[in-house]
């Protein structure tokens, strides 16, 4: 809410899911529609106690008869890091979609029932199902993995997908798939987990020197993403400290600063024991890493850098 309708202000969890729900029941969507409280604040504060109940909550509704679909509405902020971590641990069984607002509920062209009454039509069609969680916004459908924010007001084309654009396009009144489904059935990818580790981004700029490697990584850090410049790199004095300690076992990814563009492996890659991070941006990769570690994956095992960077090369 903005408590005003003009004023720039936004003030998060104002409006419980039970108020969202009357208010919808108003434009006769054609499905019945349940509602479950998980929290109420803004997305910048979610993390793992939330992902874990929320996660609980999508396994049981998936395992409900009586539910077709599942809607989760999100902030915009961290939206798509949710969305990925659900689509990595989630079953592509049945349609979630995850859908949120650039303007608050009570600001001049509020664009948030909008967007819910999209993704209740998303959710509610049989050909959602085995395109894994998707994200709802501005009429377009975006897959999980490809979702990123953009901007940081506005509701045009707030969020994008990268490599792949809206996999589909919806209204309240068509909706219309831009090819079949391609996770047919497919169980998780990976086993939720609530302890994830603490994976830190380290933002490049130029004149970085290695100390900023020894500020921010913890003597027991299993693993680090960096957000580079350009196609993943980084001043040398902090290559080389984090060439240092990948040879100690940490898992060291290099992805990009840059909004859109691909982070292919080097050939320097292999001598520095890092993973390139491909299509995932910085916060995407960092979810991954510790789905990765959280399920096993050690730099130390038998070809474990190989397959960490074989989870960042799979569609």
Known sequence: ???????????????????????????????????????????????????????????AAMADDNVDGIVITHGTDTAEETAFLLDLTLSATKPVVIVGAMRPADAVGSDGMRNFVNAVRVASDAEARGRGVVLVMGDRILAARDARKVRTRGTDDAFRGFPRGS????????????????????????????????????????????????????AAATGIVIAGVGEGNMPEAVRARLVERAADGLIVVRASRVDEGLVDREPEDDPNGFVAARALNPQKSR?????????????????????VQAAFDSP
């Open 1 to 59: 809410m903005a408590g005003n309708a003009t004023r720039h202000e936004y003030r998060p969890g104002q409006i419980s899911i039970a108020d969202w729900l009357d208010s919808a029941a108003e434009f006769g969507l054609p499905a019945e529609l349940t509602g479950t409280q998980i929290a109420n604040i803004g997305s910048e504060d979610i993390g793992p106690e939330i992902w874990t109940a929320l996660h609980r909550a999508i396994v």
């Open 167 to 218: 996999i589909g396009l919806v209204t309240p009144a068509a909706l219309e798939w831009f090819g079949n489904p391609w996770r047919e059935g497919e169980p998780p990818r990976y086993a939720y987990s609530h302890d994830l580790p603490e994976v830190p981004i380290l933002y490049i700029g130029a004149g970085m020197t290695a100390n900023v490697v020894d500020r921010i990584l913890p």
């Open 287 to 307: 979810i991954l890493l510790q789905l990765l570690l959280a399920n096993g994956r050690d730099a130390n095992e038998e070809g474990g850098l190989n397959k």
